[in-house]
């Protein structure tokens, strides 16, 4: 299991959006906790200790420490400001020890495929079970020396240990291809150049024209 990420987290009483905005000009965002049954339980978390805790890894396991008491949870919907990128509101899901969850991972490319083609990301994420406390931030896919045509699909991959994936096997991950070169990227005759030796025969002829008169 990674470290332990902790983070302190306080009830709060007030809701709305006066209240949330009231927070997080106190450096607070507000959360939601919930799962297994249990009522939902409204807290405030330190915003930039969110913010570095969940960073680059939407499916980080954290552990709540809510007056002294702590509780797992998994981060399941993260909104952001569209302009600061700021955290404004976290729902998390309780999670215990042995547990699996489903979540979606980041598909991660490794390897060059063979000289002349290029890869082609298809999915973006893949969904798999893991456990709770072993969640994978990645699935990489090698690409080294694939060739022209080469379909990467799930069920090319291993899953990471532990983990199952839920995607339909068949589903496309990568593709590798050569890239084709567009009709209108080929070399021909230049309109510019076919007036430019239009115009020399005009001024020849003219010039000839000139000398018989």
Do not use: C, W
């Amino acid at each position: 299991m990674a470290d332990k990420i902790l983070l302190s987290a306080a009830a709060r009483n007030e809701f709305g959006k006066g209240a949330s905005r009231r927070l997080r000009r106190d450096g607070q965002i507000p959360v939601v906790l919930y799962g297994h049954g249990a009522d939902p339980q409204h807290l405030s978390l330190d915003a930039h200790a969110t913010f570095l805790a969940l960073r680059g890894n939407a499916n980080a396991l954290v552990t709540l420490d809510i007056d002294g008491k702590e509780q797992m949870a998994l981060p399941k919907d993260i909104q952001v400001d569209a302009v600061s990128r700021a955290i404004e509101h976290v729902d998390f899901i309780i999670v215990r020890a042995g547990e699996k969850v489903t979540v979606d991972v980041t598909v991660l490319v490794e390897g060059e495929s063979a000289p002349g083609t290029i890869h082609t990301v298809e999915a973006q994420t893949l969904s798999l079970t893991a456990p709770a406390t072993r969640i994978p931030e990645s699935v990489t896919v090698s690409v080294e020396g694939l060739e022209d045509g080469t379909v990467v699909r799930v069920e090319d991959l291993t899953a990471p240990e532990g983990s199952e994936f839920q995607d339909d096997p068949e589903t496309s991950v990568v593709v590798i291809a050569t890239p084709r070169v567009a009709e209108e990227d080929l070399e021909t005759p230049t309109a510019e150049g076919e007036e430019g030796e239009s115009g020399e025969a005009a001024e020849s002829d003219e010039a000839e024209s000139s000398g018989d008169e």
